[in-house]
């Protein structure tokens, strides 16, 4: 459902820069976590001896208030970015640190999907080629729980709204984060497929349609007819972090694969260039996904 990922490193040292798929066990892993609680707890409780309410300790960690809200109260995954920042400024003696090494999940996230989401909140570039459905972060709620209604096996109540707390939380980054260009190629199919009916859809296309206003964002449309197409070996994701390495992600089925070899690296950014050639400019896919918009 575009929300997971694989477990591994950066390429760095001695393990594998290119990790296999990666299963899920039972069924899917997404739950809260009491480590995040325990960690927010253990900020809250420095920020408070600092003298500093939430407002105010915001700047100092270049996060929003309505973040550092959600990291003390165990809603969301503490960035590393944060955790250094909020480290430094509260004079921590190494406490938020060593809690956060203990932190290894991220509510209503599969656990393979984890390090690629951490990597997603301090990238400056996130790429996304999407050919079964439309990505996690450009999905509205009603369309999220279409998906997660019929998935096999069936979730029940609390995880799918576990799963959907996760999935709006993502979406905070395409306007939390406007020096973060964002570029999304989208199949034309994804939406005449009409997933969950046709007023779902048509509140899809207006949500796609706004966001696509955004400066830092760009949605292309692939035409459903196209006689040369670079991406047909399947979806993919690139993105580059704050000190310009990229990293790859494909997934599958029941798991991920997670890429930061660079010759692998290098062949995908080179699909995805011929793809964004290949695709409608932006003012001729905005014409046309406000043409379905108007044919639901």
């Known amino acids: 459902m575009t929300d997971g990922a694989v477990a591994g490193s950066g390429g760095r040292g001695n393990e594998p820069r290119i990790q296999p798929p990666v299963q899920r066990s039972g069924g899917g892993e997404p739950e809260t976590s009491e480590g995040l609680k325990a960690f ?3 900020v809250k409780a420095f920020r408070r001896r600092a003298g500093l309410t939430q407002e105010a300790l915001a700047p100092k960690v270049l996060y929003s208030p309505e973040t550092v809200a959600s990291i003390e109260q165990g809603r969301r995954f503490p960035p590393h970015a944060f955790v250094e920042r909020a480290e430094e400024v509260l004079d921590a003696f190494g406490a938020i640190r060593g809690a956060a090494r203990h932190l290894s999940r991220k509510p209503g996230l599969a656990k393979w999907f984890q390090q690629w989401a951490q ?15 439309v990505p996690g972060l450009l999905q509205t709620e009603a369309y999220a729980r279409t998906l997660f209604a019929n998935q096999l096996p069936p979730l029940d109540d609390d995880r799918i709204e576990v799963q959907w707390a996760a999935r709006a939380d993502r979406q905070r980054l395409l306007r939390e984060r406007p020096n973060t260009a964002f570029s999304f190629i989208l199949e034309e199919h994804l939406f005449l497929r009409r997933t969950g009916g046709p007023d779902v859809t048509r509140e899809l296309i207006d949500h796609v349609l706004e966001i696509a ?6 949605v292309q449309v692939m035409p459903l007819v196209r006689g040369a197409h670079a991406g047909l070996a399947g979806p993919v994701q690139l993105l580059e972090t704050p000190d310009h390495r990229w990293f790859a992600y494909n997934e599958t089925q029941r798991g991920g694969l997670f890429v930061s070899d660079p010759k692998e690296l290098s062949v995908l950014q080179m699909r995805y260039a011929r793809m964004r050639s290949q695709a409608l400019p932006l003012e001729d896919s905005v014409s046309l996904l406000q043409r379905m918009r108007g044919a639901q």
């Open 40 to 42: 927010g707890e253990v």
């Open 119 to 133: 990597l997603e909140e301090d990238a400056i570039s996130l790429y996304t080629y999407e050919c079964r459905l």
């Open 213 to 218: 206003e955004l400066r830092n964002v760009e």
